[in-house]
């Protein structure tokens, strides 16, 4: 599918980047480095953000990645409070006893199993920086199936 292609008279978005503000990148970029091993360093470097002096760094592959800024303080919202910000966010697998096993030999902790579902299994993980990240391997072409909820 072209990139910036249509389905009917609808527009087909993807997110292209995430943009995260992290406390120690070496260990962050360590944690996605074991989720995603085919990904790269695409750039990095140094600038200002608001006054204030960073290193960022883009991982990823040609088409989408994460972006990360250093100098991060007051920590990541409680994940079991109720306080606006980000619950977590998600990457799609097509295997995801790999990406267990690849983040656990990393020495990265399963924080959750997700739910007990027929055509979808899906695990959660605190990366360093205390974001909450899912992977789901969907067990599904079919979407009906696929976006069954319990």
Same mark, same amino acid.
Request: glycine share 8%; hydrophobic share 35%.
């Given at each position: %599918?072209?990139?910036?292609?249509?389905?009917?008279?609808?527009? %087909?978005?993807?997110?292209?980047? =995430?943009?995260?503000?992290?406390? $120690? %990148? &070496?260990?962050?970029?360590?944690?996605?480095?074991?989720?995603?091993?085919?990904?790269?360093?695409?750039?990095?470097?140094?600038?200002?953000?608001? +006054? *204030?002096?960073?290193?960022?760094?883009?991982?990823? $592959?040609? !088409?989408? !990645?994460?972006?990360?800024? $250093?100098?991060?303080?007051?920590?990541?919202?409680?994940?079991?409070?109720?306080? $606006? +910000?980000?619950?977590?966010?998600?990457?799609?697998?097509?295997?995801?006893?790999?990406?267990?096993?690849?983040?656990? *030999?990393?020495?990265?902790?399963?924080? *959750?199993?997700?739910?007990?579902? &027929?055509?979808? *299994?899906?695990? !959660?993980?605190?990366?360093?920086?205390?974001?909450?990240?899912?992977?789901?391997?969907?067990?599904?072409?079919? &979407?009906?199936?696929?976006? =069954?909820?319990?």
């Amino acid at each position: %599918m072209a990139l910036n292609s249509t389905i009917g008279d609808k527009e %087909m978005l993807n997110i292209e980047h =995430l943009n995260l503000v992290v406390s $120690d %990148m &070496p260990a962050t970029l360590e944690f996605y480095q074991a989720a995603f091993p085919h990904w790269r360093i695409r750039d990095s470097g140094e600038s200002e953000w608001n +006054g *204030k002096p960073r290193k960022w760094l883009h991982f990823g $592959d040609d !088409y989408q !990645y994460l972006a990360f800024g $250093d100098n991060g303080v007051g920590g990541n919202r409680d994940l079991s409070g109720h306080q $606006d +910000g980000l619950a977590h966010f998600a990457f799609v697998t097509d295997n995801i006893d790999a990406v267990i096993e690849r983040l656990s *030999k990393a020495g990265f902790n399963l924080a *959750k199993d997700g739910a007990d579902e &027929p055509y979808r *299994k899906n695990v !959660y993980f605190i990366d360093p920086s205390g974001f909450e990240v899912e992977f789901v391997q969907y067990l599904s072409d079919i &979407p009906v199936q696929r976006n =069954l909820t319990s």
